[in-house]
C-alpha cells in the first residue's frame, strides 16, 4: 500500500514538474515574483491577441503575462519624437523616456539599442551626425533617470531609415525618432 | 671657323626659339579664367593599316570624348574637314595646315596606326595648325585590347601641355548605388565607363573617399550592425575597421598621407579625429559641444574645412591644424554643408540647402566671394573636385526625381549625367591621380 502511495505522488508531482520546466524554458520574465507552479503545459491561445486583459496567469510564448506583452510592446513601439534639426526632448517625450526607465527597472536583463533617425531633408552626412545627437540625448535622460550607460548602445540611422517613405510633412515629422530595439 | 661659329650661334638662337615658344603654349589654357572660350580642335580619322576603318573612327572618336569630357575643347565636325577621309594625314610631311587654318582648327591631331594580329604600333601626334608646329608626338606599341589606355596618355600629355596639370583622364570616381538593392560602393572610370561593384554587404554602406594616390579606401557600412568606418587597400587585401560606439563617419583623407580623419562619437559628443590609416587616434581636432563633422584637407594638410552647428545652423569652418585657429567661412544660408577642398587649394565647394533646394556654391578662398553653379534643378549635392581641379563630381536627382552622378566644369558649365545604372546614385567621390591605370 505504501509503495503504491509512493508512485501515485511521484506521477503528480514529477511530471507536471517536468512538464511546467519544459513550457517555461524559455524567458521568463523576473517581475513581481508570479510563478509558475503548477501551471502545466502552455496554451498559446491563453494570452495571444488577449487585450481584455482578464485572463491572470495566462503566459504568451516567451512566457509574458498580457500585461508584461504590453509593456513590452510599448517600449518598442512608442517613439521619441524632434522637431526639425533639434535633439532636444519635449515633454511629452521626456514622460515617454520614463515610462521606458520604468521598463528598463523592471527588466534588468535587457540591453538595448537607441537608434537615432532624420528625415531625408538634410544631407547625408550632417543627417548621420543629427541622427546620433539624437540617440545620445535619449540616453544621457534615461541615464540620469537611473539607467546604467553600459545597457545602452546609440546607433545612428542619419536619414537611411525611413520610418516612412513618404515626402511629406507628416512623413518627415514620423521619421525624426528615436526608437529603441533589444539586443 | 667662321661657318662652325655660324651654325652654333645658329642652334643657340633656335634653341632660345623653342624655349620661348614652349613657354608660350601656356597660354592656350588659362584654366584661372572663367570665361573660358573652347578650343576649337580637329580630330580626323587616323590612318591605320592593314585597312581597318572601324577601329580608325574609333580611336580618334575616344580621343574626341576624351577631350570633350575636360570642358576646354570644341570637337569639330568632321564635315567641315577638307583632308580626304581616304587618306589621312598623319606628320609634317603629309598635314596641310593651311586646310586646317581655312576652317579655323587651332589643334590638330592625328594619328597613324599598325596592326599586326593583337599588337598594335601607333603614332599620335598634336599640331598647332596656325604656328604650322607639332606640338606632340608620342609612339604606343602593346596590345590592341590596352588601345583606350594609350589613347588616354596621350590625352593626359595634351592637357599637360597646355594646362601644366594631367587631368582626369586616369582617375576613378566612387560613389554610392542601390542597384542592387542595397546601398553599395560601386566606382567607375573617369568618364562613366568600366563600372564595378566593390561592396556586398548587403546593408547600407556611405560616403567612400579614396586615399593616398587613390590605392586605399574608406567608407562607413552597418554591415556589422552600427556604422563602422572601413579604411581598406582594395587591391592589396589590407584593412582595418573602426568600429567604435556611436559614429564612424565621413572619412577623408589628408592628400598624399596615410591619415584621415573622421567623425567620432565615442565620448558621447560628435567630432572630428585625425587617425592614422591603420584606424588609430592621432589626435583629437574639434571639441566644441555640438555636431562637428564632414571634414576635408587643403592640399598640404595644413588646414581642414568642416561643418559645426557651433552657431545654431550647420556652417562650415575652417581650422589650421598648426596653430589650431578656427575661422567661419559661410555666412549665408541656414545649412552648408559637404565641403570639399580643391586639389589646387584655390576653393572650396559645398552644399547649400534654401526653400527646400539645395544646390552647389563654390567659394574662393583668397575673396571669399562664392559662386552658385546649380539652378532650378532638383537637389544638387555632395560635390567632388577632380584631381586637377576642373571638374566637379555630383549627384543631382533633376531627372524625375531620381539621384545621379553628373559632372560639370569648376564653373558651373557642361553639366551631364556621368553614368546611367539601376536604381539611384550618390556622394561621388574622384580619386587623386593615377588611381586607373
Known amino acids: 500500500m505504501r509503495g503504491k502511495w509512493w508512485i501515485i505522488m511521484a506521477v503528480f508531482l514529477i511530471i507536471p514538474g517536468l512538464l511546467t520546466t519544459t513550457s517555461c524554458s524559455k524567458k521568463m520574465v523576473k517581475s513581481d515574483g508570479m510563478t509558475m507552479a503548477g501551471e502545466g503545459a502552455v496554451s498559446d491561445e491563453t494570452a495571444a491577441g488577449d487585450t481584455t486583459g482578464y485572463n491572470q496567469g495566462g503566459l504568451d510564448e516567451e512566457g509574458l503575462t498580457p500585461e508584461q506583452r504590453r509593456a513590452k510592446e510599448q517600449f518598442l513601439n512608442e517613439h521619441i519624437y524632434f522637431e526639425f534639426d533639434s535633439d532636444i526632448l519635449s515633454a511629452e517625450a521626456q514622460s515617454i523616456l520614463m515610462k521606458k526607465a520604468e521598463y528598463l527597472r523592471d527588466n534588468a536583463n535587457r540591453s538595448v539599442t537607441i537608434e537615432g533617425h532624420c528625415d531625408e531633408r538634410g544631407t547625408t552626412e550632417y543627417n548621420l551626425a543629427l541622427g546620433d545627437r539624437r540617440a545620445q540625448s535619449v540616453k544621457r535622460y534615461l541615464e540620469t533617470l537611473g539607467v546604467e550607460a553600459s545597457r545602452m548602445t546609440p546607433v545612428s540611422y542619419g536619414e537611411e531609415s525611413p520610418a516612412d517613405p513618404g515626402h511629406t510633412e507628416e512623413a518627415w515629422a514620423k521619421n525624426r525618432r528615436a526608437q529603441f530595439v533589444f539586443n | ?437
Not at chain 2, 574637314?81 to 589643334?107: C, H, S, Y
Not at chain 2, 583622364?169 to 567607375?188: L, M, N, P, Q
Not at chain 2, 565615442?266 to 563633422?293: H, R
Not at chain 2, 565647394?349 to 566671394?369: F, P, V, W
Open chain 2, 1 to 437: 671657323m667662321k661657318d662652325v661659329f655660324k651654325t652654333v650661334l645658329m642652334g643657340v638662337t633656335l634653341w632660345l626659339a623653342s624655349l620661348a615658344a614652349a613657354f608660350a603654349q601656356y597660354d592656350y589654357i588659362d584654366i584661372r579664367n572663367p570665361s573660358l572660350k573652347k578650343i576649337p580642335i580637329a580630330i580626323p580619322n587616323f590612318r591605320i593599316s592593314p585597312t581597318d576603318s572601324v577601329l580608325s573612327l574609333k580611336s580618334s572618336n575616344q580621343i574626341a570624348e576624351y577631350l570633350d569630357f575636360t570642358g576646354f575643347f570644341k570637337i569639330m565636325d568632321r564635315e567641315m574637314f577638307l583632308m580626304d577621309p581616304n587618306n589621312p594625314e598623319t606628320d609634317r610631311a603629309t598635314v596641310k595646315f593651311q586646310n586646317w587654318k581655312t576652317i579655323g582648327a587651332e589643334l590638330l591631331v592625328t594619328g597613324n596606326i599598325l596592326t599586326q594580329g593583337d599588337l598594335v604600333d601607333m603614332e599620335l601626334r598634336l599640331f598647332d595648325p596656325f604656328k604650322g608646329e607639332m606640338l606632340i608626338g608620342k609612339r604606343y606599341k602593346g596590345w590592341t585590347k590596352d588601345i583606350p589606355q594609350m589613347l588616354r596618355r596621350f590625352c593626359s600629355e595634351i592637357i599637360y601641355l597646355l594646362t601644366g596639370s594631367w587631368g582626369v583622364f586616369d582617375s576613378r570616381i566612387a560613389f554610392v548605388s542601390t542597384a542592387t538593392g542595397h546601398k553599395e560602393v560601386f566606382t567607375c572610370d573617369f568618364d562613366g565607363s568600366n563600372p564595378q561593384q566593390m561592396t556586398r554587404f548587403k546593408s547600407i554602406t556611405l560616403t567612400p573617399v579614396w586615399g593616398m594616390d587613390g590605392t586605399w579606401i574608406a567608407y562607413t557600412s552597418y554591415a556589422k550592425g552600427q556604422p563602422d568606418l572601413y579604411i581598406l587597400n582594395p587591391s592589396g587585401k589590407q584593412g582595418t575597421i573602426v568600429s567604435k560606439k556611436g559614429l564612424n563617419t565621413t572619412p577623408a583623407w589628408v592628400p598624399g598621407q596615410f591619415k584621415l580623419a573622421a567623425t567620432l562619437s565615442f565620448s558621447g559628443d560628435q567630432d572630428i579625429y585625425l587617425l592614422t590609416g591603420d584606424g588609430k587616434i592621432i589626435k583629437q581636432l574639434t571639441e566644441n559641444w555640438g555636431i562637428d563633422t564632414s571634414p576635408t584637407f587643403s592640399p598640404d594638410g595644413g588646414r581642414m574645412a568642416f561643418v559645426s552647428n557651433r552657431s545654431g545652423t550647420p556652417q562650415i569652418y575652417i581650422k589650421d591644424i598648426g596653430s589650431g585657429k578656427i575661422e567661419r567661412l559661410t555666412y549665408e544660408g541656414k545649412y552648408n554643408t559637404q565641403p570639399n577642398w580643391s586639389p589646387r587649394g584655390d576653393k572650396i565647394c559645398y552644399s547649400t540647402i534654401e526653400g527646400g533646394e539645395i544646390n552647389i556654391h563654390a567659394m574662393d578662398l583668397k575673396t571669399r566671394q562664392a559662386v552658385r553653379l546649380t539652378y532650378n534643378a532638383g537637389k544638387n549635392e555632395a560635390p567632388s573636385w577632380s584631381p586637377d581641379g576642373t571638374l566637379i563630381a555630383f549627384s543631382s536627382n533633376r531627372e524625375k526625381g531620381i539621384s545621379r552622378i553628373y559632372i560639370m566644369t569648376a564653373y558651373g558649365t557642361d553639366q551631364r549625367r556621368l553614368i546611367q545604372m539601376n536604381g539611384e546614385q550618390f556622394t561621388p567621390s574622384w580619386s587623386p591621380k593615377g588611381s586607373g591605370n
